[in-house]
Each structure stands twice: as structure tokens, then as C-alpha cells.
């Protein structure tokens, strides 16, 4: 299917969406982005790498402003083909798979480069494949790793569904195995054995015990959170274990790095004897920046309204960059991956308006 571009970004949504692309199969539509890129566009050198496309201008100009959506889904709940409703507090709506995470998003960025004419800054374009599974086959990963020219700009606008609010920076995510050691016994004669499970009392106990803390940064306010999300261990139902763990997942705010989130979690557990840990996973948060030139004029053509980002996004890659990282898009967080995916027409609007105020602004 081909895309116009220039049509209204509603109706570019909702090609987008037709057309399938979860996460790994995204080839299709990577071949029609950049065909519509190639021939819809001036000013942009186009160039593929994989299933992600790419486009910059490179007129001159003292900055520059990257646009960066993907293209993947994660798989369908029976919510394709889309659909156009009326919803009675938003007027009319666009439902189906991807409608909020993110191609209404991506459906925006393509739109302003077909239409937008005396754009202030020079503007990079990324649209990316595998967002949605593991981060080693992300494609903006792959970007930073072996084209990392391709991330270099003043700002960066991520296309994350947010509501039409811009969510700056986002939190650092952790994932660390607490686990601890005893001794095996037969259950009938326990006081021979350790109960490793019954060790893990105290790191419970830190868990439930633990206050939040809350971080401002660039007027932003990041709560982080420290939770047990797995547990487990046992032999069997005779016997006393002599191993057992949980699994904690901590959202710090992004004035803390990763190791240094690491070693916060792991000093709570130092009381606990005969305990080791393990880091399952981890990435860093990404600053606001909201105090960079580029970065307050996008606040101030968003009417002033910014919060921080909870979660982690591939903002992250940006600032590990240096540069500025804000998520802004079109969609309900809290409708993303779910059967009931649904935007607002209006919300798509409202979007691609504030963008397009930004990027003809005077100010440049």
C-alpha cells in the first residue's frame, strides 16, 4: 500500500495501522515509509539500514531537531483492521493495534515532513524496528552501536504515546535476583536444615518497609519505586530448602546512575546473612533536560505542560549521547499494548499542530 503523506495525519494513522508490522515483520512497511520518503519529501537524504529508515536534512542550520518513532507492534489481540468510532468525551476516535503505541505518533512525524515548509532547524527522521522485544534486537540500539552520527542532535522527540503531554527524561530500570543460602534437610527433622525461604523474611521485610523516593529535576517530579516482582524456591514439599529468591525491580529517578542504583540495592540487603545477588537486567534513566534552549522552546510550544516520564524508554539512548530526550505523542499510555488500543482524532491533531508550531518558529 502506498502512503500519502500529505494527507491528514488521522487518515496516515490509520494506513499505518493496516498495515501489520509486529515486531520482526516490519519489512512491508519499512519498504512503504521510505518509498513515501523518497518521493513525498525534499531536503531529506534517505537511507536504509535494515527495517529502520532514515532521513536528515542538512541545510545549514545552528540546530537540530531528531524525530524518532517505531514501527513494530506487538502482536495482535484481534484489533486489526482499525476502526473509526465516535467515544462521547473525545468525539471521534481511531481504534486498532498500534493506534496509541505508536504509529499515530510515527503517522505525525511523516506528515510534517511532507507539509512543514520554512522549518527553522535541521531535522533528522528515525523510524525503527524492534522496539517492542528484547533490547538486544532494538533497532535504535543497533543505530547507536554502529551509526551513532545518526543520534547526534539538540533534542530528541520520541514519539511514545503520552496523551499530547510531554513526559521529559525517564526512570533507570533494575532488575536484581536477591537470593539466599541454608542448608537441605529432611522436613520432619527441620532444626537439622537452614530454611533458605525463611531467610528471605528480612529482604521482604526492607521491601515492605521501603519509602519511595521522590526526585525534582528541570520541575520534573520522578517517584521511584522498589518492589518484589518474582519469588521463588523449594525442593519439594518434604524437604527444607536450601536455596530460594526474589526477583526486585527498581524504577530510580534518572540523578542516579546504574551502578549506582546497583550498589543502593544491594547495601538495603546487607544485614541479610548468607545472600548473593545477581543483576537480571539493567538500564539507565535519561535526564529531562528541559533547560536546553531546544528543549524549553518545544515545552513552551506544548502551552507549558510537561511531566516526568515513569518508566523507561529509549530516551535512555539519547542521553547517553548528551542529548536531550523528551517523549511527546498522541494516545493513552495506559491503552498501549491492550485490546481496547484507541487515539483521539483530536489528540493526533493536537500533536502534529504543537510540532508544527515548534518547528516554524521564529525563535530559530
Same mark, same amino acid.
Given at each position: ?11 496516515? +494513522? ?37 527495517? #529502520? ?34 467515544? $462521547? ?16 505518533? #510515527? ?22 524496528? @524492534? ?15 554502529? &551509526? $551513532? ?29 536477591? +537470593? ?6 529432611? &522436613?520432619?527433622? /527441620? *532444626? ?27 520541575? #520534573? ?7 518484589? +516482582? ?7 514439599? @518434604? ?5 530460594? *529468591? ?48 531546544? &528543549?524549553?522552546?518545544?515545552? =513552551?510550544? =506544548? ?5 516526568? %516520564?515513569?518508566? *523507561? ?5 539519547? &542521553?547517553?549521547?548528551?542529548? $536531550? ?8 499510555? @495506559?491503552? =498501549?499494548? +491492550? %485490546?481496547?488500543? *484507541? ?12 510540532? /508544527? ?8
Amino acid at each position: 500500500m502506498a502512503l500519502r503523506l500529505n494527507s491528514d495525519p488521522v487518515d496516515l +494513522t490509520q494506513a499505518l495501522v493496516d498495515m501489520p508490522s509486529e515486531s520482526g515483520q516490519e519489512a512491508g512497511l519499512a519498504d512503504a515509509v521510505e518509498a513515501a520518503l523518497r518521493e513525498q519529501t525534499s531536503g531529506f537524504e534517505v537511507v536504509r539500514r535494515g527495517n #529502520c529508515v532514515l532521513a536528515r536534512t542538512s541545510a545549514g542550520r545552528p540546530r537540530r531537531v531528531l524525530l524518532a518513532g517505531h514501527l513494530d507492534t506487538v502482536p495482535s489481540a484481534g484489533n486489526l483492521p482499525s476502526r473509526r468510532f465516535v467515544d $462521547p468525551e473525545h468525539g471521534p476516535a481511531l481504534a486498532g493495534l498500534g493506534t496509541v503505541d505508536m504509529k499515530s505518533g #510515527c503517522a505525525v512525524f511523516l506528515h510534517l515532513a511532507a507539509t512543514l515548509a520554512d522549518v527553522g532547524p535541521d531535522v533528522t527522521l528515525i523510524f525503527y524496528d @524492534n522496539e517492542e522485544v528484547a533490547s538486544d534486537r532494538n533497532g535504535l540500539g543497533h543505530l547507536a552501536r554502529d &551509526a $551513532p552520527q545518526w543520534l547526534q542532535a539538540d533534542v530528541a522527540i520520541l514519539g511514545e504515546p503520552t496523551a499530547g503531554l510531554i513526559e521529559a527524561g525517564c526512570q533507570g530500570s533494575l532488575r536484581l535476583r536477591v +537470593t539466599t543460602s541454608g542448608k537441605r534437610a529432611h &522436613a520432619a527433622r /527441620s *532444626w537439622l536444615g537452614d530454611d533458605a525461604i525463611h531467610r528471605l523474611a528480612p529482604v521482604l521485610a526492607t521491601l515492605s518497609a521501603h519509602q519511595a523516593r521522590e526526585v525534582r529535576i528541570d520541575g #520534573c517530579v520522578y517517584r521511584e519505586s522498589l518492589s518484589a +516482582t518474582r519469588i521463588g524456591g523449594g525442593v519439594a514439599g @518434604n524437604v527444607i530448602p536450601d536455596e530460594a *529468591w526474589v526477583e526486585v525491580n527498581y524504577r530510580f529517578a534518572p540523578d542516579r546512575g546504574q551502578d549506582e542504583a546497583v550498589a543502593y540495592v544491594q547495601g538495603l540487603f546487607e544485614h541479610v546473612p548468607q545472600t548473593r545477588f545477581e543483576v537480571v537486567d539493567a538500564a539507565p534513566g535519561a535526564l529531562p533536560g528541559l533547560s536546553h534552549p531546544a &528543549a524549553a522552546e518545544l515545552v =513552551a510550544a =506544548a502551552a507549558g505542560r510537561f511531566r516526568a %516520564k515513569y518508566g *523507561w524508554t529509549d530516551v535512555s539512548r539519547f &542521553a547517553a549521547f548528551g542529548v $536531550p530526550a523528551v517523549n511527546f505523542g498522541p494516545g493513552d499510555p @495506559n491503552l =498501549a499494548h +491492550t %485490546k481496547e488500543e *484507541w487515539v483521539p482524532e483530536s489528540q493526533i491533531h493536537e500533536v502534529a499542530d504543537v510540532l /508544527s508550531r515548534y518547528l516554524t518558529a521564529p525563535s530559530w
